[in-house]
């Protein structure tokens, strides 16, 4: 069973730079496994960031980017605010049309 | 505007199946895939399966197979998602999501609001 592994919380200050990341618990992410992010906020639907480990969404500040970080997928929020405390999932295609989520990252601001 | 309308709040009792719906708004619903994603009360989003609205042609995760069924009527533009012999670990937030296409073909690009499901004795 393919596992996808996040950091369950992390802390920035306003103004940081935070790194997220997203890894498998056998093997390394690539980007045949098609990274994409999303950002949730309490009661309401994920909304997609970054797309194919480093395309942003229309709309999505350039303060979010995505990358390969040695074997894992990464999103980097540059210049964190206030507004950006949310939680964060990761989405790998793991082949035969199948995808698996992480577990999430909660974002705190402060 | 494109947007995805999911059904109401349900509530089932152990063992009863559920059916939400997921009507798709100002695009071509036959030209993209819809996903199933859910998530449990405080809990992480899992991905369920995906639904070929133009082949009908589905794909679930593994721990659903068999439980799980995933339909389109393009008539009405209109996907569903049945789950069967619900336990109370069921009790979730059911999202239904369009896949995108050509270089998006690999982002969950626009979801519905969400769909409350309730199991409870």
């Known amino acids: 069973q393919t596992v996808v592994t996040q950091e369950p919380s992390f802390s920035v200050s306003p103004g940081g730079t935070v790194t997220l990341t997203c890894g498998l618990s056998s093997g390394s992410v690539s980007t045949n496994h098609y990274p994409s992010w999303y950002q949730q906020t309490p009661g309401q639907p994920p909304r997609a960031l970054i797309y194919?480990?480093?395309i942003r969404s229309s709309g999505v500040p350039d303060r979010f980017s995505g990358s390969i970080l040695g074997n894992k997928a990464a999103l980097t929020i540059t210049g964190a605010q206030a507004d950006d405390e949310s939680d964060y999932f990761c989405?790998?295609?793991?082949?035969?049309?199948?995808?698996?989520f992480g577990g999430g990252t909660k974002l705190t601001v402060l | 505007q494109e947007q995805l309308v999911q059904s109401g709040a349900e509530v089932k009792k152990p063992g009863a199946s559920v059916k939400v719906s997921c009507k798709a708004f100002?695009?071509?619903?036959?030209?993209?895939?819809i996903h199933w994603v859910r998530q449990a009360p405080g809990q992480g989003l899992e991905w369920m399966g995906q639904?070929?609205?133009?082949?009908?042609?589905?794909n679930f995760a593994q721990k659903f197979q068999g439980r799980v069924t995933m339909t389109s009527d393009t008539s009405i533009i209109t996907a569903y998602m049945e789950l069967s012999k619900l336990r109370s670990d069921d009790t979730a937030v059911y999202y239904c999501?369009?896949?995108?296409?050509?270089?998006?073909?690999?982002?969950?690009?626009?979801w519905g609001q969400g769909t409350l499901v309730t199991v409870s004795s």
């Open positions: 194919n480990t480093n």
């Open positions: 989405v790998l295609y793991v082949g035969s049309d199948t995808w698996v």
């Open positions: 100002g695009y071509s619903f036959i030209g993209q895939f």
């Open positions: 639904n070929n609205p133009n082949s009908g042609g589905t």
């Open positions: 999501a369009r896949r995108g296409l050509g270089e998006t073909g690999y982002v969950f690009d626009l």
